[in-house]
């Protein structure tokens, strides 16, 4: 009867270690300038994203940079951004006519209204570098690829032989871009195929099981193909490598590097690009 007790109250104090409270103090984000934004040699109008950076675990939109003074050169000449909605939008745009040259590096300066971490002033550079022309692309069904079939996106174009290339593609359905996000972005380099002939190198895949991804017989498909630097191409491939699907109390990746100076994050790219065409079959 006494080791039955004893026993309980053994089971008792057991039971009560176990539920014990533990608090888990988690250190805020470093707030820092986000930069996000291109410009590319079509003539158009470009936008630069300023954003504060957020806590790891914040569930709320990165609070925008608002009223900041950004200016972009290229060596020669200083273009003034504008505030697409003052002192609201924290989106930074060129005038409409604004088109990149090749062979210039353009640089990005930000002046903050009011000073974050003790910074009032970022930059970021990208060189404009040139692209070979995109003579083709082809979009043909195959059926034999997965239970809702496949569509295979193919392009033919010439790779300089002079130099290291990197490649972006960005791909157009209907004049809808599909590639929105960062993580859907299409990068490649040259490393298998420097100076040879892409003849109808595979780029994507799309598959119609995917909801936001559906192509059809009859629909248009426009390839952008761009050259953009190693800095960027490295850039890219870190983001999606990163991931999103951190797992509890696992810390968040690592920094993904950058071309913003002075403590600010993100990227700031220019580019210069080739289209090509053809008709989903």
Known sequence: MIKRILHLILLGLLAASCTEKINVKLDTTFTRVVVDGSVQSDTGTYAIALTESSDYFSDQPAPRIVSAGV???????IFQLHETVPGVSGIYHTDPGFAGQVGK????????????????????????LPVTRLDSVSAIFDPTLGTEGRWIIKIWAQDPADQENYYLFNIYRNGHLMTDTITKKIISNDKFYNGSYMNGIPIRRINNANKWETLYPGDTIMVQMSAITKQYYNFIEEVDRSGFNIPFFTGPPANIVGNVNNGGIGFFAAYSNSFAKTIAK
């Open 105 to 128: 590096t353009y640089t990005l300066h930000v002046s903050l209204h009011a000073a974050i971490a003790g910074k009032t002033n970022v930059e970021a550079s990208s060189a404009l």
């Open 71 to 77: 200016t972009l050169s290229d060596g020669s000449n």
